[in-house]
């Protein structure tokens, strides 16, 4: 019964090759814009994760809260809150904490040898490459013992050695001049390969006590970096340093907090949902598409039926039970729309690998698109065909017959 | 076999009724060789959908083989379609660009028979009304209008009908044809088959052995010949 379905649907298909055809083309059309949109948004969402991800793993920042003066706010960030105290309670104090790292970081003028440029030198201990994810490009990151004794020695970002030293120079056993004191290169940090305001590619690193001594000249920390164990505890951990800080700060009412906790879902969050609206608004334009082919399927459906009144006539009159000339036409009407799924699908696919390669565009074509974009055609030939072949097999044999 | 009992049939077509049978009422027996015959009005194209099964007649009853088909639902009056009757019509209605066997196994599509077995009883059925082997792949509209007929009654024959039921089978055809298909018509009876022409011509219902003549909707005469 399966083998005479297929045949007869072969036989009829191939028997209008241009408008099958045609009809097809519509919904190749949606299918591959929807599997190309679809892969697009995808691909800018699992960009924007892995630049955001590139700053730390599991990263929650502390930072000073809006300093008041008379009621006066001066802006986050401004007031003088935290110290190296509040770190180590938080490395101490708090559970499924991986990593701390305080930061004193200011702007400076820094010169070697008749160069000159203006960077972020951050004051920090060596967990710092655990908390922020950095690694070693050249030489190593300072050690404890640097920190301690306040040596005066500097990691490099790759922008900033770039600009004092030239491009892929090794700058290590040389010196750098921040604030008239000189310190000594040890290291140059591996590209992180970002873009945009606060880029760690364009930094300075020196052990905090040496920041605080030689360049600050107080104890105060622009924020500190912790690294939670993992995904799952970053809700817990933040409200421990909140619960612990306020504790540590003497202050009873949590609005009135001298500190802000940043934590890094929040952010992938927001990211995450605009690329999400981004994916459904270009999905949608192509499931329009996809809409618009379905109704190509009903069209030529209809006229089908038309065409073949006198054949349905006929089917009937030799005693073709209503189920099955429904069956028939329904069954042209899904073929037609699984052809152009697959169709789509290819050249969908392809297009998404065209638009990486020639578009500086990331693209993902996700599985879960390919089958929906699937699933949807069927439906769409279920849908579509249905009112053609209900309309085929309710046809009066007599009338059928004598149609012209 | 075939028994009719006051047949009547009233199409309604808005507040208009109009009668196109009633009070019909005649018996077939098996082997028959009959033909209806009747001018364009005359009520005898409705009388042929309501014995081929195509139709329910408003009144009255009809039994065929015993079983009253008025009251049969829409399947079961395809089964007997399938089953009982075999139809030939005027215009042949042969699908196009399709081969001549393909045809002739049209009725048995969605059945449980496998292709094979199709093949085989379409080719005994089409050398059964003298079609030459060689036309057998052939696409139907590449045929004579007189073998396209014997396709169509080929095709009418190849579910063993209890009767073969033919609407004007000749009306597209020359006088020459018409007598070879009618020929054939003749053959078939006297290997036994049931067989009922419906016409307007009276030189083709003299090939019958049997001949009903209808007039608005009643019977107007029933001779042997």
Redesign the interface.
């Known amino acids: ?1 399966i ?3 297929f045949r ?1 649907t072969i ?1 009829s298909l191939s ?1 209008n090759k241009a408008r099958s055809g045609l009809t097809i083309l519509g919904i190749v059309i949606g299918i591959a814009s929807v599997i190309t949109m679809v892969a697009i948004g995808q691909g800018a969402k699992s960009t924007i994760e892995s630049d955001i991800e590139s700053i730390g793993s599991n990263l929650i920042v502390v930072m000073p809260g809006a300093q008041r003066v008379g009621g006066i706010s001066q802006g986050a960030g401004s007031s003088q809150t935290l110290v190296i105290e509040d770190a180590d309670a938080i490395k101490s104090q708090v559970q499924n904490v991986k990593a701390v790292a305080p930061e004193a970081s200011k702007r400076y003028q820094i010169t070697a040898k008749g160069t000159n440029t203006n960077a972020e030198v951050v004051g920090t201990v060596k967990d710092y490459l655990v908390v922020r994810n950095v690694k070693m490009n050249i030489g190593s990151f300072f050690s404890d013992q640097q920190q301690k004794t306040s040596a005066k020695v500097a990691i490099l970002g790759p922008t900033t050695r770039n600009d004092l030293f030239g491009v892929n120079a090794n700058p290590v056993g040389q010196s750098v001049k921040i604030r008239n004191v000189d310190f000594q290169v040890v290291g140059v940090t591996e590209s992180k390969g970002g873009s945009g305001f606060n880029n760690p590619d364009s930094n300075i690193f020196v052990p905090l006590s040496s920041a605080q001594h030689f360049l600050s000249g107080n104890d105060y920390l622009s924020d500190i970096g912790v690294a939670a164990a993992d995904q799952a505890s970053m809700t817990s951990v933040q409200e421990q340093i909140s619960a612990l800080l306020l504790d540590r700060h003497k202050i009873s009412d949590p609005t009135q907090a001298d500190f802000r906790i940043m934590n890094q879902n929040d952010i992938i969050a927001t990211a995450t949902s605009i690329t999400s609206t981004f994916t459904i608004l270009l999905s949608s334009i192509a499931g329009i598409s996809l809409l618009v082919g379905g109704i190509g399927i009903m069209n030529m459906m209809l006229t089908n039926v038309t065409e073949r009144t ?2 349905i ?12 000339i429904n069956l028939q036409f329904l069954a042209e009407a899904v073929v037609l729309t699984f052809l152009g799924g697959a169709i789509g699908i290819v050249l969908g696919w392809g297009a998404s690998l065209l638009v990486n390669n020639f578009v500086s565009l990331n693209t993902r074509i996700s599985l879960s698109s390919v089958f929906y974009a699937f699933g949807v055609s069927a439906v769409v030939g279920i849908v579509f065909g249905f009112y053609p072949a209900r309309r085929a097999a309710n046809l009066n ?2 009338e059928a ?1 004598r149609y012209e | 076999m075939i028994v009719c009992n006051n047949l009547c049939k009233t199409y309604i077509n808005g507040d208009v009724e109009t009668q196109a049978v009633c009070g019909i009422s005649f018996r077939i027996e098996k082997g028959e060789f009959v033909a209806i015959v009747g001018p364009s009005g005359s009520g005898k194209s409705t009388l042929m959908h309501i014995l081929g099964a195509l139709d329910t007649p408003t009144g009255g009853q009809y039994f065929l083989e015993g079983k009253e088909v008025s009251r049969l639902t829409d399947n079961e009056l395809s089964d007997l379609r399938r089953g009982k009757i075999g139809f030939v019509f005027q215009s042949f209605n042969l699908l196009p660009r399709t081969t001549v066997l393909q045809n002739v196994m049209l009725p048995l599509v969605f059945s449980d028979m496998p292709m094979k077995k199709r093949k085989a009883k379409a080719r005994e059925t089409l050398k059964y009304v003298g079609l030459e082997e060689s036309k057998f792949f052939n696409l139907s509209n590449q045929l004579s209008g007189g073998q396209m007929q014997r396709v169509a009654v080929a095709r009418a024959l190849i579910n063993d009908p209890s009767i073969i039921l033919a609407d004007e089978p000749t009306g597209n055809l020359d006088t020459r044809t018409s007598r070879v298909v009618m020929k054939t018509f003749q053959e078939l009876n006297s290997k036994g088959h049931t067989i009922i022409i419906i016409t307007h011509e009276m030189e083709i219902a003299q090939f019958a052995r049997r001949v009903i003549s209808v007039r608005d909707g009643l019977i107007e005469k029933d001779e042997k010949n």
């Open positions: 019964m083998q005479d379905l007869e036989r028997g006198r054949e006539g006929l089917r009937k009159a030799v005693g073709l039970r209503k189920k099955y044999p007599i017959l």
